[in-house]
């Protein structure tokens, strides 16, 4: 219930590409959607994040697409670069039972090689 | 100032070393995380504070001993620790507990021989 299944593990894309990650999840309580991009040795940086009553927000190269009834949302990089190339974390919030405080359950991650 | 900043970078410890990370952040967040990261791995939670006193414990051992001294600082003290506690251990905040966005700092590589 509390779980966030990402895929593919590892993605390997052309320079100027499209990358599109997806994830999926089953806890309807959920109210929050972030995106994180990890560079190796770096800690997560927030990349673009979403709320579940909006289908589609776009920041530059970086899209995300949301689907509430089939509980789904994806990430998709137009114009994927080699400076893109980085671990993807999906995650999705909800509240912590008895703490009043919010906790993130994250997807496993997708490694995005772009390649030359 | 965006950012929030952990030191060491980089730490080795023996089983029987006490030592402390740290954390720090000026953005005036009022929740503060820690984070456990084994390599390949997505992070785990750890600890959640909220206005400096503690409200979420992940069932995490008690050879890591969290700290909140004021609203900017947040420490991670550790003791007999294992070497499977080896890992990237990272703080985050957010405005408050209720704010949707958690922001990461890079991190402390800790190797424990």
């Known amino acids: 219930q509390q779980q966030v299944k990402q895929s593919p593990q590892s993605l390997i894309v052309q320079k100027g590409g499209i990358s599109i990650i997806n994830c999926a999840y089953e806890?309807?309580?959920?109210?929050?959607f972030p995106w994180y991009q990890q560079f190796p040795g770096k800690g997560p940086a927030l990349l673009i994040a979403?709320?579940?009553?909006?289908s589609e927000k776009k920041e530059g190269r970086f899209t995300i697409s949301f689907n509430k009834s089939a509980k789904q949302f994806s990430l998709h990089i137009m114009d994927s670069q080699p400076g893109d190339s980085a671990t993807y974390f999906c995650a999705a919030r909800t509240l912590y039972s008895g703490a009043g405080s919010y906790q993130l359950t994250f997807g496993k991650g997708t490694k995005l090689s772009v390649i030359p | 100032d965006t950012e929030v900043t952990q030191t060491p970078k980089h730490l080795v410890m023996g089983m029987t070393n006490k030592k402390s990370l740290k954390c720090e952040q000026h953005?005036?967040?009022?929740?503060m995380y820690w984070y456990k990261q084994k390599a390949k791995k997505p992070p785990e939670l750890m600890f959640v504070y909220s206005y400096e006193k503690l409200s979420i414990n992940e069932s995490v051992p008690s050879r890591f001993s969290p700290e909140c001294p004021n609203s900017s600082l947040l420490n991670l003290h550790l003791h007999a620790l294992q070497p499977e506690d080896s890992a990237l251990y990272l703080c985050a905040s957010s405005q408050d507990r209720a704010r949707r966005e958690q922001f990461f700092g890079p991190g402390t590589r800790l190797t424990v021989l």
């Open positions: 979403i709320r579940p009553d909006v």
């Open positions: 806890n309807t309580a959920f109210d929050y």
């Open positions: 953005m005036g967040h009022r929740a």
